[in-house]
């Protein structure tokens, strides 16, 4: 069964904090590079960070210094640590396989940066 859970959201002023996770299924996860996107309102989905399956990341200059993804392959989990929050990382966040087409996506989870 293909799942993506992904927690953590909520409203936060600026400069705050936030830990996303992602819980997906095994045969998403399993010896795939893994990421976490952002969709703001108005805007096309976006890469903001990724981590392979041996734990070298990337992250989306936007975000560089304040965000850390990290992973878990004992519990299929991704998470996305994010401090130093601004208004401009308000968006509805997902994550799922990365650099790979994927049809199926979870429904997110809303983070709001604002005072």
């Known amino acids: 069964q293909v799942q993506l859970v992904e927690s953590g959201g909520g409203l936060v002023q600026p400069g705050g904090s936030l830990r996303l996770s992602c819980a997906a299924s095994?045969?998403?996860?399993?010896?795939?590079?893994m990421a976490w996107y952002r969709q703001a309102p108005g805007k096309q989905r976006e890469l903001v960070a990724g981590i392979t399956s041996g734990g070298d990341t990337n992250y989306a200059d936007a975000v560089k210094g304040r965000f850390t993804i990290s992973r878990d392959n004992a519990k299929n989990t991704v998470y996305l640590q994010m401090n130093n929050l601004k208004p401009e990382d308000t968006a509805v966040y997902y994550c799922n396989r990365w650099g790979r087409k994927n049809a199926y996506w979870g429904q997110g989870t809303q983070v709001t940066v604002s005072s």
């Open positions: 095994g045969s998403i996860f399993n010896f795939n590079a």
